[in-house]
């Protein structure tokens, strides 16, 4: 279900992009790329995140039944 969801994304997510695509603030983002665990990508100085890196961060970090 998420990759459909996320499927017209760029390979390469903005935080403006990350922002939209889990409808959260922009801050909100920031504060993303910024954590420690999240798995940001830096070009230049640019935060950005894959979207397959997006997807795995997602799914790991989802409260499933065991």
Same mark, same amino acid.
Do not use: C
């Given at each position: ?11 390469? /997510?903005?935080?403006? &992009?990350?922002?939209?695509?889990? &409808? /959260?603030? @922009? ?19 640019? @935060? ?17 039944? @065991?």
């Amino acid at each position: 279900m998420a990759n459909e969801m996320f499927s017209s994304l760029p390979d390469v /997510i903005t935080a403006e &992009q990350l922002a939209s695509a889990l &409808q /959260i603030s @922009k801050s909100g983002a920031y504060a993303l790329l910024n954590h420690s665990d999240f798995p940001t990508l830096r070009v230049g100085g640019r @935060k950005m995140v894959m979207k397959k890196d997006l997807l795995e961060w997602l799914n790991s970090h989802t409260n499933r039944p @065991k």
